[in-house]
Nanobody, 121 residues
Framework: QVQLVESGGGLVQAGDSLTLSCAAS?????MGWFRQAPGKEREFVAA????????VYADSAKDRFTISRDNTKNTLYLQMRSLEPEDTGVYYCAESNRMLGLTSLQAYTQWGQGTQVTVSS
């Protein structure tokens, strides 16, 4: 099992940009980003297959976030721009052995501990 460690979170102002990283301890297949706001369920943000042939975004992320990965470094990224207070939450990366259904939490078998993103208005 690979270990996943997120980093890059922090406190920013509305309109700012932030890039999250997820370092894996080994080779990974499909990867995704999820987030969880206080008092809410964990929700899908973005995902991509290992080779990048499949990339999916939540509607809330589609025009502002970019998911990418560097397989030589076993690292997944999430570039976020034009951040809004509604983007506040703990951001998790996760690995899936699937190519399809990547928007579902149930598709993922390994999870990181999360990194906090707080966007002030």
């Amino acid at each position: 099992q690979v270990q996943l460690v997120e980093s890059g979170g922090g406190l920013v102002q509305a309109g700012d940009s932030l890039t999250l990283s997820c370092a894996a301890s080994g080779r990974t297949f499909s990867m995704g980003w999820f987030r969880q706001a206080p008092g809410k369920e964990r929700e899908f943000v973005a995902a991509m297959s290992r080779g990048g042939s499949t990339i999916v975004y939540a509607d809330s992320a589609k025009d502002r976030f970019t998911i990418s990965r560097d397989n030589t470094k076993n690292t997944l990224y999430l570039q976020m721009r034009s951040l809004e207070p509604e983007d506040t939450g703990v951001y998790y990366c996760a690995e899936s052995n699937r190519m399809l259904g990547l928007t579902s939490l149930q598709a993922y078998t390994q999870w990181g501990q999360g990194t906090q993103v707080t966007v002030s208005s």
